[in-house]
């Protein structure tokens, strides 16, 4: 779909086999452990030191700090960085809205308790539907918020909603 290939968008159209097949892939040919990020990482890398209510901080979304609320049928993500006022408190862009980010972790309906340290809660496999967080292109204002989690079946690639579904890879620091 000419709506979700440009160069400069997220990758979209993915499933969670797919963005660890990748993680994997650029692990090799950098040397370096690449991963998704577990819902913890994620979540700090959005809120930082002082738990902000979105990446920016506490103010509500609008249009110069993400892309949301569009219409499924005719929208689409912003290409990457578009949204420099919606910078998280460590230099992420992009982290809410735009496109779903798949996380390492298996969805847990409570996230109390979630590892601290970067370790993903339990491994993924066919049974278990991955977490995704930020929200996206075509969800409304209150899934932007830097705590809202949801979960996406990790082996879906061509259903509707896949076209707002992508990820983030996290650098392990021992790989340094």
Known sequence: DRRFSSMDQPVVG???????AFCKW??????????????????????????????????????????????YS?????????HPAGRGPFGTLDQAGNVWE??????????EGAPG???????M??????AVRGGSWGH???Y???AFRDRFGPFRRFLSPIWSVSFRVALSAASL
């Open 14 to 20: 993915v499933n969670w086999e797919d963005a660890v």
């Open 144 to 146: 932007l918020r830097s």
């Open 102 to 111: 798949l996380i390492a972790d298996a969805w847990h309906d409570s996230y």
């Open 26 to 71: 650029l692990s090799g040919c950098s040397g370096l452990r690449v991963r998704l990020p577990s819902e913890a990482e994620w979540e700090f890398a959005a809120r930082g030191t002082d738990g902000r209510e979105y990446p920016w901080g506490n103010e509500p979304p609008d249009a110069n700090r993400a892309c949301y609320g569009l219409d």
């Open 74 to 82: 005719t929208g689409q993500p912003s290409p990457v960085g578009s």
């Open 117 to 123: 340290d970067g370790r993903p809660w339990a491994d």
């Open 125 to 130: 496999d066919r049974r278990t539907d991955p």
């Open 140 to 142: 409304p204002a209150e």
